[in-house]
């Protein structure tokens, strides 16, 4: 375990040092946003009334897209425009990439984050019309109701052919209890059905809440007579409702996707009506839009509707207002909505965090500086301690990893390219949180890199003000914490006084030391703030057994 050694209480840091503002770093600067798929007007009106020039170019080819997206800094875009890997290459000026509505399969999320490029949608904006649109999906299927109109009006009275059945006593499994699944369940209650479903995050407290009890799967597939998904299409749900579990259902099974295609296997659930396994289907959605499964489309027993789910007038208003909002909030500073693949940044935008963010960016460009380059054999410790830091490891390990990382990636690093930077190098990032601080401190981080040589370089900080303090490197404690900002030369001695005179004597006027800090003990870790960094760091090595110079 990995522990901080002699955190002590010390003096407040009182210098010459400018204060760390991470509010102003993390808003962006959009001048121009493309809209390219067709949304209310009330979208381009936010954005433009908040200085944000926008073009609406709607049914651009690839290749057209491709040609355009050079000139924006941010695009909007509902389902109909795929914003590939090769859109976000082209993407050159390209910081956000904004979904207005909930699925974001239409967008290369990977290509995005190793960019920086912050990817968002608005979940909440067509909630109640997805979850009507399933209600109305399920009394239309237990009731024959398409069938029935479509014989009326090829001229037919054919009462008997459409026997339905009642939804009053009957078991609706819902997968995916989050805001769709939650208010599927609500209305459902009112025609008498019992709900049960399953959720990986949602625990069966929550589902409680809203009179719907959880199960795993295994056990929910025998007690269902009807299924309703609604999960995203991750590969985890690809393909969740097939010939296997299929098997495991009561034969007579109805089933919908108001979600996302793929999530339903269409060849088995073709199988499964043809069988009579499953008496009906009713789908909003495919894996190609538009569907070529014909054998799927023309079976009677399925009822089907080209995505319709969000296709709402109160729907499409919100979203498209939701999506602008979130525009003007980031690039005011004031918050990250919606952020798809950017807890960190979320997380950097809050006052309450906004310093812990910067800590732990501080540390890992020390840490760096110290264990040198890191590598797929690099393992990195962090361990935050006091109840402060509960639960900050989602956006602290993000932040570790852009300080870590800066460098050594050429490309513009940021909060949300970092995660995905440390996976492909194959960087462990492993995180323990203690709620007792080490000392008298409650709040304290501490970040450890073992490159696989055999050492460990720890450094250990924490919060003050808007900025991170260094507190110990390797167990030696600062008698002053040491500010991480500015121009930072940090380097072990076995004599402070003597090497300080040193330096400060060979330095050549082109920099100057704003501050001093040293250790306790015989070998002392020294920190010294400069005006400039060094361009050369061997009037350094003369007077030092280990240096290193951090820029922050």
Request: proline share 4%.
């Amino acid at each position: 375990m990995i522990i901080i050694h002699r955190l002590a209480a010390r003096r407040p840091f009182v210098g010459n040092f400018r204060t760390v503002h991470i509010a102003s770093n993390m808003a962006f600067q959009l001048k121009r946003v493309l809209i390219s798929d067709s949304l209310d007007p009330c979208c381009a009106k936010i954005l433009e009334e908040n200085g944000i020039a926008t073009d609406t170019k709607t049914k651009l080819t690839k290749e057209q897209l491709v040609a355009e997206i050079p000139n924006y800094d941010g695009i909007v875009v509902r389902s109909a425009t795929k914003v590939t890997a090769e859109v976000i290459e082209a993407g050159k000026n390209l910081k956000i990439i904004g979904r207005a509505g909930t699925g974001v399969d239409n967008i290369d999320l990977k290509a995005a984050s190793k960019k920086g490029i912050i990817v968002m949608n608005t979940p909440a904006g067509n909630t109640l019309s997805a979850a009507e649109h399933t209600c109305a999906m399920i009394c239309a299927m237990s009731r024959n109701i398409p069938q029935a109109h479509m014989s009326m009006k090829n001229g037919k009275w054919d009462r008997k052919a459409f026997m339905g059945s009642e939804l009053n006593g009957k078991t609706l499994g819902i997968v995916g209890l989050g805001r769709i699944g939650k208010e599927v369940a609500l209305r459902m209650q009112s025609f008498g059905m019992t709900t049960i479903g399953f959720d990986p995050i949602v625990p069966p407290e929550v589902s409680a809440e809203f009179n719907t009890e959880w199960m795993d799967l295994e056990k929910l597939w025998p007690k269902v007579d009807y299924i309703t998904v609604h999960t995203p299409l991750i590969p985890q749900t690809k393909g969740l409702l097939n010939d296997t579990t299929f098997g495991k259902c009561k034969r007579g099974v109805r089933v919908l996707n108001i979600a996302r295609g793929g999530i339903i296997d269409e060849e088995a659930l073709t199988r499964a009506l043809q069988s009579g396994q499953c008496a009906g289907a009713a789908l909003d959605v495919f894996c190609e839009e538009p569907p070529t499964n014909r054998d799927l489309i023309d079976h009677p027993n399925l009822i089907a509707t080209p995505h319709l789910g969000a296709s709402t007038t109160e729907a499409q208003l919100r979203v498209a207002g939701e999506i602008a909002e979130q525009f003007v909030d980031l690039v005011k500073g004031k918050r990250l909505e919606g952020g798809v693949n950017a807890m960190a940044m979320s997380n950097a935008l809050q006052p309450e965090t906004r310093p812990v963010v910067a800590l732990g960016q501080g540390l890992g460009s020390v840490a760096a500086s110290l264990a040198g380059q890191v590598t797929g054999k690099t393992q990195i410790q962090v361990t935050t301690y006091g109840p402060e830091l509960q639960g900050s490891s989602s956006y602290l390990s993000a932040a570790v990893a852009m300080g870590l990382l800066k460098a050594q990636v050429s490309n513009s690093l940021n909060l949300v390219s970092a995660p995905y930077y440390a996976k492909e190098l194959g960087i462990q990032i492993k995180c323990n949180h203690f709620e007792q601080g080490p000392g008298p401190i409650k709040n304290a981080v501490s970040v450890a890199v073992d490159n696989g040589a055999g050492s460990v370089q720890q450094v250990s900080g924490m919060v003050q003000g808007a900025g991170g303090l260094l507190a110990d490197v390797n167990g030696a404690t600062f008698v002053s914490a040491v500010p991480l900002t500015g121009n930072v030369l940090l380097y072990k001695t076995k004599d402070s006084i003597k090497s300080l005179t040193g330096i400060t004597g060979a330095l050549d006027g082109s920099s100057k030391v704003l501050s001093f800090s040293s250790t306790e003990g015989s070998e002392c870790w020294n920190a010294m703030h400069l005006t400039q960094p060094l361009a050369s760091l061997d009037v350094v090595k003369n007077n030092a057994d280990m240096v290193s110079q951090i820029t922050l």
